[in-house]
């Protein structure tokens, strides 16, 4: 039997504990949306300041990203010692919250967390294809999907009646700093490469090579539905249940949101698999279209019964996300080896630029037109993101994407 490779040697229990140590640190993110409830009540929110408290982790993170990838730090510095010290960072930020007092200062503690975040995301999945080159497909989707089910945990929270917002800010903040911990522990991978110079104008240019450049296009189609959908469904649904006249709307909402959030965990692992054994523009182009086919779907079923929404919902759910993870694995195989986490760092800070927009246009779009508008503009965002992952297939770069799959 030939000997074990360097690759396959401890890989798996990596991918675990980088998957933990991430979902750990990034809990003050998640932690958001069980806490608002109560602080709109506590500090009288109007709903400008609300949604300010949300968007400003955002918008955070766009911030601490777009520094990250101008100074090269993902490549530039160990992957473990950046998460460790986002996680420390966002644990002392969120627990600021206990002394806001208010919603100017809790604005300012949401974008520290968020900037500090950016120190634990795009380090991780760099971190995380240095461990696989087969198989990484698989591996970010298991990241992901576990990020995904963390995202969802919120609304299991507010479903099952909640808990003091003084305690989710501790254990939050908590768990964060053992997410920091617990990712210091994981060595670097086989694959890593040497730290290169300190090269700032390696951010653009990464982005602008005509295959990251695709792969971003494709990312940005994909981003521009999954947040906004993500932060406005419940109060969608939660509409749909009280047209429908159930006796507890809201708490019903709660729950039907974590199970379509939760479901796209699974999405995530299956977009994993089919992404490394059928292609990944392949895959990122059937999740899109299936994705944007739901949205358009719920556009005409806007006013339909609870359950034949929450069915076309969990579809959408699952799909909306499986492909997240196959643009990053995209740009760790064909960006220059030595700015892998730049460019990583750099795809995501326009990501997330672009869902601030999409979350802040769903209520003028509600206003103007209702929920049938927003599906239909959301839709909008797969179809365009569609078609540059049908160019990139036709590209020299798709060789090298998932082993010549493309």
Known sequence: MAPSSPEATGRWSALAALALAVVLAMAPWFSAAAVLPHLRALWRLTDAEAAGLTLAVQLGFVVGAVLSAA?????????????????????????GLLWAGGPVAATGLRALTGAALALVYPPALKAMSAWFRTGRGTALGVMVGALTLGSALPHLVNGLGGADWRRVILVTSGMAALGGLLAARVGDGPHRFPAPPFQPRQAWQVLTGRGVGLATLGYLGHMWELYAMWAWFATFFSGVLRGAGAA?????????TFAVVGVGALGCWVGGLLGDRWGRTRLTTLAMALSGACALALAGLAHAG?????????????????????????????????????????????????????????????????WPLVFAVLAAGPLLGTLAMRRLARTPDAARIAGGRG
């Open 71 to 95: 100074l090269n730090l993902a490549d530039r510095a160990a992957p473990r010692r950046l998460i460790l010290a986002g996680a420390l960072f966002a644990a002392g930020a969120n627990l």
């Open 248 to 256: 507890d709307p809201v708490r019903g909402a709660a729950l039907g």
């Open 306 to 370: 609870p359950g034949a929404v929450l069915v076309i919902s969990l579809l959408w759910g699952f799909w909306i996300i499986a492909d997240s993870a196959q643009f990053s694995a995209i740009v760790s195989e064909i960006a220059p080896p030595a700015y892998v986490g730049t460019a990583l760092t750099a795809q995501l800070a326009l990501g997330f630029t672009l869902t601030a927009g999409s979350i802040a246009l769903v209520p003028a779009l509600v206003y103007l037109g209702g």
